[in-house]
């Protein structure tokens, strides 16, 4: 089952993630680092997920693009067929790629002007 999850560009993700730790509670798991920066991390509280990214990482180009839903898709098939079908009438904002982590990863815009980020994490 497709699992969706908001998706937040910040600036310093170590300290910001730290923030919203002290407001909402919950557990920090550190993604990736890039030396010492956080490059992406996750907040797990109460059932719920936020997935953050350093804008070193996630490269945001205006205000909107700072908050995002992460899609992460079960199969390989299920993220070719929604990498064709979301950004119709919309657009592609980064090109499906693989990802280290062992992945593929899009970032598109639907019709609608929602920013999505779709993933698939190979087994």
């Known amino acids: ?3 969706a999850a908001p998706f937040v560009a910040v600036e310093n993700c170590r300290e910001e993630i730290e923030y919203y730790r002290g407001i909402l509670g919950g557990e920090v798991k550190i993604l990736r680092m890039q030396g010492e920066v956080v490059m992406n991390a996750e907040l797990h509280f109460e059932g719920s997920k936020i997935t953050f990214a350093d804008t070193l ?13 992460i899609l992460r898709l079960e199969t390989e098939e299920d993220f070719h067929r929604i990498y064709e079908q979301l950004p119709t009438g919309g657009h592609i904002n980064v090109e499906k790629y693989e990802a280290p982590f062992n992945g593929l990863l899009a970032i598109v815009t639907d019709r609608n002007g929602i920013g999505w980020v779709i993933g698939y994490y190979r087994p």
């Open 1 to 3: 089952m497709p699992i």
């Open 57 to 69: 990482a996630a490269k945001p180009t205006q205000l909107g693009d700072y908050v995002k839903v």
